[in-house]
């Protein structure tokens, strides 16, 4: 019989549980992690002290409460020393934030990125914006790692990005690419857009509590970022979830992955601006003018509108009955579209999804917001430490 744990091992994986629930849910009294970890008060007493000696973690009053007696000292991340970096890299933008342990976005910048911009180009204004911020971090604070969402096709092993059919990337080291310019010996993972947006809804945002989701994601395309049983699914090699293209159209639209008829050909910008006889114009600024247009009467742009929620509800059915979720989130371009034809998306679901499959399901917009893909992001370069936490030299 193999030896179980030993000793060290028990308490590196109870540092790691505690520091994960209070990086999840924030500053959480003593008698709580009794509760919540199982463990005994004399052991979250002296795993807090290890943590709070290793300044990942301080200990302090509770805000007042009111009621008598003494209350119970409340366990903190130390969210603006101990954080990480974020960059997500999406069609029409490149975003970096400082994200502090508990997911607290401490500081961030925004670029535009034109359309067709090379790694090697936008690798250094990446780099530049973090380096920016760094001017302004504590002498004390602390790194440990960096995450990146990228809208594209990760291998999940290095990084890679395989394919990013809106921006013509193909075979391209994001990873060492950013590693070269920020020139630090820190980890670098890197993550599909729609999987770390889902991480982060799931980890604390909308989908907190939910062990089956589904996170539908708009850029250009359309990706989705799946949680079965708890965990993400991303695949043998991490490309799971390209739900833009699955065929839905024998023979339809030529799609930017080389395919034709994929689903995002219906749903994704350049269909919604196709039907709505504005293919020349691009970006998520021509597909809220569609929108806008669309509530103010204008038949064609109403009608592009209706036909994008049919697709939307139409293909939500498949991935309900496949999934069986019991929350679809709408994000990004998606989260536009779902609010402008609600309605009709959830009467094509009903429609079409199996009755067993769907009657739970609820349809819901990101409590995160736009910061999904950053948080998300963060949470991939947080793992190790959470993983670990007294190995973050
Ligand atoms: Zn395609």
Redesign the pocket.
């Known amino acids: 019989m193999p030896p179980g744990p030993s000793q060290d091992e028990i308490r590196r994986q109870n540092l790691g549980a505690l520091l994960r629930h209070v990086h999840v849910h924030g500053a959480t009294s003593r008698a709580e992690l009794t509760t919540a970890l199982g463990l005994n008060r004399s052991t979250i007493g002296a795993l807090t002290a290890d943590l709070a000696g290793a300044g990942l973690v301080s200990e302090g009053a509770p805000k007042e409460t009111g009621r008598a007696g003494r209350p119970s000292p409340v366990v903190r991340p130390e969210s603006t020393r101990i954080h990480a970096y974020a960059y997500s890299i999406e069609v029409d933008r490149l975003r970096a934030a400082r994200v502090g342990l508990g997911g607290v976005v401490l500081d961030r910048r925004e670029l535009d990125r034109p359309r067709g911009l090379l790694v090697a180009e936008a690798a250094p204004l990446l780099a530049g914006a973090v380096k920016e911020m760094q001017q302004r971090v504590p002498a004390d604070a602390v790194c440990v790692g960096t995450g990146v969402a990228v809208c594209g096709m990760v291998r999940r092993d290095d990084g890679l990005v395989r394919l990013a059919p809106t921006t013509g990337w193909v075979d391209e080291p994001v990873a060492a690419a950013l590693g070269a310019e920020l020139g630090v010996d820190v980890p670098i993972t890197v993550g599909n857009v729609a999987d770390v947006a889902a991480f982060a809804e799931h980890a604390r945002g909308v989908a907190a509590g939910c062990d089956n989701v589904v996170y539908l994601y708009g850029d250009v395309g359309v990706g989705a970022g799946i949680i079965a049983g708890g965990r993400r699914v991303t695949g043998h090699g991490g490309y799971g979830g390209e739900v ?2 699955m065929k839905v159209v024998r023979d339809g639209e030529r ?3 080389g ?1 034709r008829g ?1 689903w ?1 050909t219906q749903i994704g910008e350049y269909g919604l601006l196709r039907n709505a006889g504005r293919s020349d114009a691009q970006g998520r600024e021509a597909l809220l003018a569609v929108f806008d247009a669309a509530d103010r009467g204008d038949a064609r742009a109403g009608a592009a509108v209706r036909q994008a929620g049919d697709w939307l509800g139409f293909g939500v059915a498949n991935l309900v009955n496949l999934f069986n979720p019991e929350m679809v989130i709408f994000g990004g371009t998606m989260r536009d579209l779902y609010l402008a034809a609600a309605a009709q998306i959830r009467s094509r679901l009903n429609a079409n999804a199996l009755p067993a499959c769907v009657e739970h399901v609820r349809l819901r917009t990101p409590k995160l917001g736009d910061d999904a893909a950053l948080v998300g992001a963060a949470e991939l370069a947080f793992e190790r430490l959470l993983a670990d936490p007294l190995d973050i030299g």
Do not use: D, L, V, Y
């Open positions: 833009g293209h799609c930017e992955c395919s994929c995002e």
